[in-house]
């Protein structure tokens, strides 16, 4: 990361003093970008293309010294993200998965050990076998698949809650206009390019796709950007009976020294910043599912404050905690818990006259995103009034 955001952001407090005679107006912390313009910086952001794999070390290396990291953050569904289709555990153990649409019935199932799509109009099959799943299935799964070269996405997508198949989100085709149509759509190189990037590790390198060299699912160095200097920095250190000094930390992409919005721009990357949502035009209740874009539009957000930011809440290396009280704590930070008493400079939040105890629950109400078929944390926090509209 360049030294100049670092001087900008975690020494801004000591420097701001002089320079403030000669960046006045720039000095304010600024606000969330679209990823795009963060892509356009120098330095590494999540999901930027790789130039040459040499300046990877691997998760493996990262074990060596981060081992009880390494070990949990395997088990987090980012790391199980992409798989091999025919490594997918919920196809396997639901051999017969099945819907239909008017005269088209879609199938998926085992042929020789090796998921194989078909769609049928009742006179004619076409089939193929599955190549690349997408997602753990905790919410749904989707399917790549190649004909002739290029790249197809299955109509069909595994919902967790359905424990079946339906329609791919966004992907629904009510009237295909052949059977080809209706069984897949072409994906372009560019797009699959974004999908990889978003879901795996180093799948572009030298501006090439690689898909026989990327590192399946979001793993460290999807987020903390190429790793090869900072291990070999870390090992020479350590070696000459160091712990690892300044400069070998500064190798690395640490992300924990961001400003509380472009922290949140970070996961953003991925999950969709406030400006990737605007200028996507996503309307309505499929808002939801990115948290960046209705965090910030929170009253808690306020200006940007490092206690809501998603690492506030969520440690990126362990699997989402999914109990309420979990997370009471957090928002007792910020919200005086006594009711009655009034907010104050370290607790700007007001108290809540109803509860003391599992804000969540009632304040992040899950919404239901019908083409997912799965209900989402909405994290646009607010007061839910009974029958009012979802807030946009
Ligand atoms: C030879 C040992 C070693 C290896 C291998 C290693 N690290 Fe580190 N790393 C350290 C030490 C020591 C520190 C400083 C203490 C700490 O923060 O845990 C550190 C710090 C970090 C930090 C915080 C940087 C900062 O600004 O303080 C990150 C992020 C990190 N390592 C990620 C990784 C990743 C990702 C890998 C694999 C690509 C990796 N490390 C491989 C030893 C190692
Ligand atoms: C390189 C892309 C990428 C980045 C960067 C990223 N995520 Fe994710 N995240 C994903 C994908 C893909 C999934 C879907 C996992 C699945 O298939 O279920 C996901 C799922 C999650 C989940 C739900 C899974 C669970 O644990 O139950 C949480 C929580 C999450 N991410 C938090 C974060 C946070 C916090 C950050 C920033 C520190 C972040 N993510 C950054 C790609 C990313
Ligand atoms: C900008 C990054 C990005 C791109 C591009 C992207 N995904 Fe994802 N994908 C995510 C994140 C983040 C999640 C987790 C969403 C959540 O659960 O909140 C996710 C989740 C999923 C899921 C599981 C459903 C869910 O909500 O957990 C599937 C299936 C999936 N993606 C397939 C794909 C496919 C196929 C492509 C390309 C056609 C693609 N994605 C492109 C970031 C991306
Ligand atoms: C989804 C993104 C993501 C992934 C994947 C990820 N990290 Fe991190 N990591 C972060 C963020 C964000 C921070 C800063 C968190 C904070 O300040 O609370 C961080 C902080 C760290 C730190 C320094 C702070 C500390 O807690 O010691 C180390 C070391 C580290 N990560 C190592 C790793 C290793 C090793 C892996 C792979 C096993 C990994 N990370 C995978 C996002 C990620
Ligand atoms: C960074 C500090 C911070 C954190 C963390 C935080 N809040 Fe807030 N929240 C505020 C501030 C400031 C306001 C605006 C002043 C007020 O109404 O109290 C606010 C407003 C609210 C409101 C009123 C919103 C409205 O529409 O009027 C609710 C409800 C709320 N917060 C609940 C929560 C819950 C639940 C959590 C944890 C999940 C949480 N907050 C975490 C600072 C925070
Ligand atoms: C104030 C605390 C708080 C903050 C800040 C926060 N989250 Fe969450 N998040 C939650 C809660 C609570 C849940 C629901 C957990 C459960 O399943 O009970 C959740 C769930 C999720 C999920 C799982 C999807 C779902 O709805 O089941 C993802 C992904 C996620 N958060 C990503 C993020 C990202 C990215 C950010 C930063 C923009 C973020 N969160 C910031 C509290 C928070
Ligand atoms: C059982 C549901 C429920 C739980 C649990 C809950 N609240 Fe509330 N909260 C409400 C309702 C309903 C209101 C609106 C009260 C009114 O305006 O009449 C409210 C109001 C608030 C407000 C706005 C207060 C104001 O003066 O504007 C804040 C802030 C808040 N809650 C924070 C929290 C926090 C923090 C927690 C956890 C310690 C929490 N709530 C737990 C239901 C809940």
């Known amino acids: 990361m360049a030294p100049f955001r670092r001087i900008r952001y975690a020494a801004v407090a000591k420097v701001a003093f002089l320079l403030s005679f000669v960046f006045h107006s720039s000095l304010p912390v600024r606000a969330q970008l679209s990823t795009k313009d963060h892509l356009a910086e120098p330095g590494w952001w999540p999901s930027q293309a790789s130039r040459s794999l040499y300046e990877y070390a691997g998760s493996a290396a990262c074990a060596s010294c981060h081992k009880q990291k390494t070990a949990d953050q395997r088990t987090t569904p980012m790391a199980r993200t992409l798989m091999h289709a025919e490594d997918a555990d919920i196809l396997r153990a639901t051999p017969k998965l099945s819907f239909q649409n008017g005269k088209y019935v879609y ?134 009976g160091g712990t690892g000094d300044e400069q070998a930390r500064a190798q690395i992409f640490d992300p924990g020294r961001l400003s509380p919005a472009d922290s949140v721009d970070f996961c953003g990357a991925c999950h969709g910043t406030w400006w990737d949502v605007q200028f996507a035009g996503i309307t309505g209740v499929s808002k939801v599912r990115s948290q960046p874009y209705r965090l910030q539009s929170s009253k808690c957000w306020g200006k940007g404050d490092s206690r809501i930011t998603c690492v506030a809440c969520h440690d990126p290396h362990v699997p989402l905690a999914r109990e309420a009280p979990a997370y009471d704590e957090k928002c007792l930070k910020c919200h005086v818990s006594k009711v009655g008493s009034k907010a104050t400079k370290e607790h700007p939040g007001a108290a809540c006259p109803v509860a003391t105890k599992d804000c969540a629950t009632c304040h992040m109400p899950r919404i239901e995103v019908p083409e997912m078929h799965y209900a989402f944390a909405d994290h646009l926090i607010r007061v839910v009034r009974p029958g009012a509209p979802f807030p946009e």
């Open 107 to 240: 199938k998926i199932t085992q042929a020789a050990g090796k998921p194989e799509l078909s769609v049928t109009d009742g006179t004619r099959t076409i089939s193929a076998p599955l190549v690349w799943a997408f997602g753990t299935s905790e919410v749904a799964q989707s399917y790549l698949f190649l004909r002739d070269g290029n790249y197809f996405e299955s109509r069909a997508t595994y919902f967790r809650t359905l424990q079946n198949i339906h329609f791919t989100p966004a992907r629904a085709l009510l009237a295909p206009g052949s059977l080809e149509e209706a069984m897949a759509r072409p994906v372009g190189m560019e797009e699959i390019e974004r999908c990889f990037l978003c879901h795996s590790t180093a799948p572009v390198v030298a501006g090439r796709f690689e898909p026989s060299k990327l590192t399946l699912g979001v793993t460290c160095e999807a987020c903390h950007g190429p790793g090869a200097k900072h291990t070999d920095a870390m090992q020479a250190s350590i070696l000459q």
